[in-house]
């Protein structure tokens, strides 16, 4: 599990220049300071986690139950309330603030998002299928799946077939990207490389849990050597 995270909406893509005049692809992301709404412990729920919201909302568009949750903790509505699960969340607290400098560049992070939605879609789009040939007494069905299960027995198709259907519009995790900026007085964070989700989407960025050791010393070293050109 991790041990820190964010919540950013994703701006797009761009591309920026390092110290070797190398391009690199980023894509932005906005990130306000987070507000701790509830803090969730091992103890009192059976799992850890916070609940953070960002942004301001207006009061009377808040549900009634909403209303009270945020008023419970003394913290300002915002747009959206999100959960966080952390390994220890012993340091935070209801009120706390959770910005963009929890990241610094050079750190690997997973990023979830909600994919964009492609709508109903055939099987070679969907699932990658090859199709049928495209003569020989092929007739209208070279984008057809084929045959998809048995006669007699088991006389069904099994679950789980592959098939036509509504492609993306579903949780998606990218691991192991790097962050190449994180800039907290502009609460904007750069990753490199492309991340799921649209334009607007809401995106949860936390420390990669799946690095080899050596990965992970790399990304140590990169992030004090930027915390060293900082404090010079």
């Given at each position: 599990m991790a041990s820190k995270a964010i919540v950013g909406t994703k701006i797009g893509?761009?591309?920026?220049?390092?110290?070797?005049?190398?391009?690199?692809?980023?894509?932005?992301?906005?990130?306000q300071p987070c507000r701790v709404v509830q803090v969730k412990s091992q103890e009192t729920d059976g799992y850890s986690a916070v609940q953070v919201t960002f942004g301001e909302?207006?009061?009377?568009r808040l549900s009634g139950g909403e209303a009270g949750h945020f008023a419970k903790g003394d913290v300002a509505p915002g747009t959206?309330?999100?959960?966080?699960?952390?390994?220890d969340v012993s340091d935070l607290s209801v009120g706390d603030e959770i910005g963009v400098d929890v990241l610094a560049a050079g750190e690997l992070v997973d990023v979830t998002a909600v994919s964009k939605g492609k709508g109903f879609a055939g099987v070679m789009k969907?699932?990658?299928?090859?199709?049928?040939?495209?003569?020989h007494g092929a007739h209208?069905?070279?984008?057809?799946?084929?045959?998809?299960?048995?006669?007699?027995?088991?006389?069904?198709?099994?679950?789980?077939?592959?098939?036509?259907?509504?492609?993306?519009?579903?949780?998606v995790t990218t691991q192991n990207l790097r962050v190449v900026e994180a800039d907290a007085s502009r609460e904007l964070l750069l990753i490199k490389g492309s991340i799921p989700g649209p334009r607007g989407a809401t995106v949860v960025v936390r420390n990669a849990v799946k690095i080899?050791?050596?990965?992970?010393?790399?990304?140590?070293?990169?992030?004090?050597?930027?915390?060293?050109?900082?404090?010079?």
């Open positions: 893509m761009t591309q920026v220049w390092d110290e070797e005049n190398r391009l690199i692809p980023v894509t932005a992301l906005a990130v909302q207006k009061p009377h959206k309330l999100v959960e966080l699960r952390l390994d969907r699932h990658n299928f090859k199709g049928q040939r495209a003569s209208r069905v070279h984008r057809k799946p084929g045959a998809i299960g048995q006669c007699a027995t088991p006389s069904r198709v099994f679950k789980g077939k592959k098939l036509p259907g509504r492609m993306g519009a579903e949780q080899g050791p050596e990965a992970a010393a790399a990304a140590i070293a990169a992030a004090a050597a930027v915390a060293g050109d900082d404090n010079a």
